[in-house]
T-cell receptor
């Protein structure tokens, strides 16, 4: 069974731009969660989607948004990028939101 | 708010020794506690997990223990091997919010041959 895939793997943007990251969950998984990983703050929860609905949200500004499609694929968008948004963005999928989460390899975003 | 404290931040052991990593959580409603291993350039990999109705769980050289009263859980790796070298994260989630994991700060484990 294929694992969680994330595209693109690497991305370089400049301040003020916006970016969209994509996540394809493991086949059959309906829950997708997003996390931001930085050396200073560690792994922080952004939001979770289940059956196209946002179920949980972390403490990030409104510049961070996401959505989930009917095939469970998910995207996250960051608008008006700031230098501090440079991070590894990880997506995780699970069968349902109470089950084990499996992570993708992440998208490394660099904001210049 | 919800918080997970993890110690130590770095751990160096000789091959064949045991390694123990400890975590403490603040939210008494937490009921699911996974452990992840992250190698350089990769996403976290789930290695073992435990739920609040269980005190201990083992999988070959890896075990996790949970003390609900103390809000404390630990990862034990026996007979360590160089390929165990990685960053290990503990996490917790509460009832009804299984998709939201609160992570510890991570432990960088180095196993010296």
């Amino acid at each position: 069974k294929a694992g969680v895939t994330q595209t693109p793997r690497y991305l370089i943007k400049t301040r003020g731009q916006q970016v969209t990251l994509s996540c394809s969950p493991i086949s059959g998984h309906r829950s997708v969660s997003w996390y931001q990983q930085t050396p200073g703050q560690g792994l922080q929860f952004l939001f979770e989607y289940f059956s196209e609905t946002q179920r949980n949200k972390g403490n990030f500004p409104g510049r961070f948004s996401g959505r989930q499609f009917s095939n469970s694929r998910s995207e996250m968008n960051v608008s008006t990028l700031e230098l501090g948004d440079s991070a590894l963005y990880l997506c995780a999928s699970s069968l349902a939101s109470t089950n084990e989460q499996f992570f993708g390899p992440g998208t490394r975003l660099t904001v210049l | 708010g919800e918080n997970v404290e993890q110690h130590p931040s770095t751990l160096s052991v000789q091959e064949g020794d045991s390694a123990v990593i400890k975590c403490t959580y603040s939210d008494s409603a937490s009921n699911y506690f996974p452990w992840y291993k992250q190698e350089l350039g990769k996403g976290p990999q789930l290695i073992i997990d435990i739920r609040s109705n269980v005190g201990e769980k083992k999988d070959q050289r890896i075990a996790v223990t949970l003390n609900k009263t103390a809000k404390h859980f630990s990862l034990h790796i026996t007979e360590t091997q160089p390929e165990d070298s990685a960053v290990y994260f503990c996490a917790a989630s509460r009832e009804g919010q299984g998709g939201k994991l609160i992570f510890g700060q991570g432990t960088e484990l180095s196993v010296k041959p």
